[in-house]
């Protein structure tokens, strides 16, 4: 169930922001300093609602369908999904709705999407919440490796459609832990969220915003002098392993490792992810 729908506080309620001709589906809850949303790859802002239900009580969320995904615009133009133009627009959505910074708090793909404009974009953030991210791939053979293996999976979208792909996505071990940890009912709902992407969002976001065609800012990470939040599920070895190095980096990070969750640890674990994020949250409260 969704939360309950807030109008803007100019009494509109429009889901869609136009970004320079890109349509970014937002949908806005609750009253107070502003948390942006941001998903995982084949994911949509859908994927927040316990977050939001957590949260609406206290701030204003701003659950983004990021470029080819959800109700987001798919253009087939490549240029809209390359890693600096998406935080760049992403910036514009936040101005739009009325903020100049926000807490950040971003998934997977979208860890790595809130991280990538903390550090383009600094005097947008408030705070940042990477759940599942990394800081991309150091060297250029790693990201070169990434980025043909990127291009296989997009030329399979575009030569067998979204539901052989999804066939194919939910079978690899990084999903393994939600065989336990998420009911029937839920990997339903999770694989039904899946199947309504289009191929040429997901193709072109493979593309534009995979972990070896973004910057890698690994060696910017100390940079960063807003609250940081690293979590990951315990499930997760490869991503808990690389929150915790990232802490290191941080100044003044906080790590929080959640227990009996894998890689979606807000999906697997709510309960004890969201309170996780409201204590972060409540504690900085005054800094937003």
């Not at 316990?50 to 253009?75: C, I, K, Y």
């Not at 060696?219 to 290191?248: C, H, W, Y």
Request: aromatic share 6%; glycine share 10%; hydrophobic share 40%.
């Amino acid at each position: 169930m969704a939360p309950s729908r807030r109008t803007r506080r100019d009494g509109a309620n429009v889901p869609h922001v136009d970004v320079d001709g890109l349509a970014l589906n937002v949908d806005r809850y609750g009253m107070g300093p502003p948390v942006v949303l941001l998903h995982g790859f084949t994911g949509s802002r859908t994927s927040w609602y316990d977050v939001v239900r957590a949260l609406e009580s206290q701030f204003t969320t701003l659950s983004v369908d990021l470029v080819g995904h959800g109700w987001s615009g798919s253009p087939t133009a490549l240029e809209r999904y390359e890693m600096s133009r998406a935080v760049d627009d992403l910036v514009v959505m936040l101005r739009t709705s009325g903020f100049e910074r926000a807490v950040w708090v971003g998934y997977s793909l979208g860890g790595r999407t809130a991280l990538q404009l903390a550090v383009q974009h600094p005097g947008a953030v408030s705070a940042l919440v990477l759940e599942g991210a990394s800081s991309g791939l150091p060297t250029e053979q790693e990201r070169a490796d990434r980025i043909a293996a990127d291009e296989v999976l997009a030329r399979k979208l575009e030569t067998e459609g979204v539901e052989a792909f999804i066939d194919y996505w939910q079978s690899i071990p990084l999903w393994d832990s939600q065989k336990t940890t998420l009911t029937e009912p839920q990997r339903v709902a999770l694989r039904q969220q899946r199947l309504a992407q289009r191929a040429t969002g997901l193709a072109n976001s493979l593309r534009g915003m995979g972990t070896g065609s973004q910057m890698w800012v690994g060696d910017r990470l100390g940079e960063l002098n807003v609250p940081v939040l690293l979590t990951a599920g315990r499930l997760d070895t490869k991503f808990s392993a690389i929150a915790a190095e990232m802490g290191q980096a941080i100044p003044g990070a906080r790590v929080e490792i959640i227990d009996d969750a894998g890689h979606c640890a807000h999906l697997e674990q709510p309960v004890a992810f969201n309170a996780v994020l409201l204590d972060f949250l409540r504690g900085i409260r005054g800094r937003l």
